[in-house]
């Protein structure tokens, strides 16, 4: 008997299985703004049980890369309404992954006027993609004052707000990967001095205001986090009390009843392992829906729901290059490799011309 391919109660939703389409960056939204090709995309992968989009921003601060969509302007809304409408309309469920890039952005990325903000001025290694100059170095963010860290979590909120007038059926908050959610959560880009700095409870705070805020505006069933414990994506090192951190946000978002957690592991893609145990402790001490990701394949996905290890996989490269990923899993069939190439560049190359299986 598959698990994988039963339905599951997301809160008060009803998924048409377990099979979750993980957040993919694709920078196909020129302007910022969500368009017809994006929904072709996201259409062709409906038959999942949840789509949780390309990390979008909350605000145009949040805007690290270019043609990446947001989520605060009436134009971003309303494209975002024609792709949710779509994608309802083939069965699947849809979130919003509000992504706030922080430091992980460069100002030839940004709109007029907006700003590179973090926890503190710390500038990642590395170098960052622009359209205008190709690869530049990160530039050093600006430290956040406390009224930017009021406005910001403002800004989160008016988003949450948009995703629900936009159709989608809930947010997830990226708090991975190095964006500005993780750079308070680490001690290497957070070095405040003031309550959001030091020890975890002020590390976690802005997170935590966060999500009570975004709680506050659509309600705990509509609000899913994600997270990278031992991830090191985005210049973040790991240091000695990775685990007890992230034991205390494991604590403290369950107590704020998050309808899931979504954990990513991505040592499929070259990056040193999460323990397993993280992974239990999530499992033990976070009562809602606990999705894993990261080179899940059918096999595994099956067995990790069947050990009781999460309660949805979520699947990244695969979804990007199978428009059918769940016909083609159900069936044993051949999949289509993903192209790196054409992951993040403009036009429906390598985008929504994957093949599909003849039926
Ligand atoms: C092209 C591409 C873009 C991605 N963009 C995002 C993103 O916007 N937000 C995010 O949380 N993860 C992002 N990821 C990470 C994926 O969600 C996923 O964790 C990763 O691909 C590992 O899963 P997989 O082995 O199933 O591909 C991206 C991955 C890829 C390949």
Redesign the pocket.
């Known amino acids: 008997m598959s698990m994988l391919y039963s339905k599951y109660a997301l809160g008060p939703l009803t998924l048409q299985n377990r099979l979750v389409m ?5 920078n196909r939204a020129t302007d910022n703004i969500p368009n017809a090709l994006m929904a072709e995309y996201y259409v062709q992968r409906a038959t999942a049980g949840l789509i ?1 989009t ?2 979008t921003a909350p605000s145009p601060n949040g805007l690290g890369y270019p043609r ?1 969509p947001g989520i605060f302007s009436p134009a971003q809304v309303e494209g975002w309404r024609r792709i949710t409408d779509a994608v309802h309309a083939k069965g699947a469920k849809m979130f919003v ?1 509000l ?1 706030h890039c922080g430091r992980i952005a460069h100002p030839l990325n940004l709109p007029a006027g907006a700003r590179m903000l973090a926890p503190s001025a710390v500038e990642a290694g590395g170098e960052m993609y622009t359209d205008a100059e190709g690869m530049k170095p990160h530039p050093a963010p600006q430290a956040m004052t406390e009224v930017d860290i009021r406005s910001t979590i403002a800004e989160y909120a008016h988003a949450a707000k948009n995703a629900v007038t936009a159709g989608f059926d809930g947010i ?1 908050l ?1 708090s ?2 190095g ?1 500005l959610l993780e750079q308070f959560i680490r001690p290497n880009t957070n070095q405040r001095t003031d309550g959001y700095g030091g020890p975890i409870e002020n590390r976690a705070r802005f997170v935590l205001e966060v999500a009570e805020a975004v709680i506050g505006a659509i309600g705990m069933d509509k609000v899913g986090i ?1 997270l ?1 414990p031992f991830g090191v994506f985005n210049d973040m090192p790991l240091y000695d009390a990775m685990e007890a951190d992230y034991t205390y946000l494991a604590q403290q978002l369950n107590a704020r009843g998050l309808v899931f957690v ?1 954990l ?3 040592s ?2 070259g990056a040193p392992p999460v323990p397993d145990a993280i992974k239990a402790t999530f499992r033990k001490l976070f009562k809602r829906t606990l999705i894993l ?4 394949d059918a096999e595994r996905a099956e067995s990790d729901l069947a050990a009781g290890r999460c309660d949805l996989t ?7 290059a199978n428009p059918d990923l769940v016909d083609r899993w159900r069936t044993n069939a051949a999949v289509n490799a ?1 192209d ?1 190439s054409t ?2 560049t403009p036009g429906p190359k390598g985008y929504t011309d994957y093949p599909v299986l003849m039926k």
Request: charged share 15%; glycine share 10%.
């Open positions: 993980a957040p993919m960056t694709r949780i390309e990390g990446i992954q992504m997830e990226h991975a990967n964006y994600r990278s979504h990513v592991d991505h499929p893609m990701s990261g080179g899940y979520a699947v990244g490269r695969p979804f990007l993903p790196m992951f993040y």
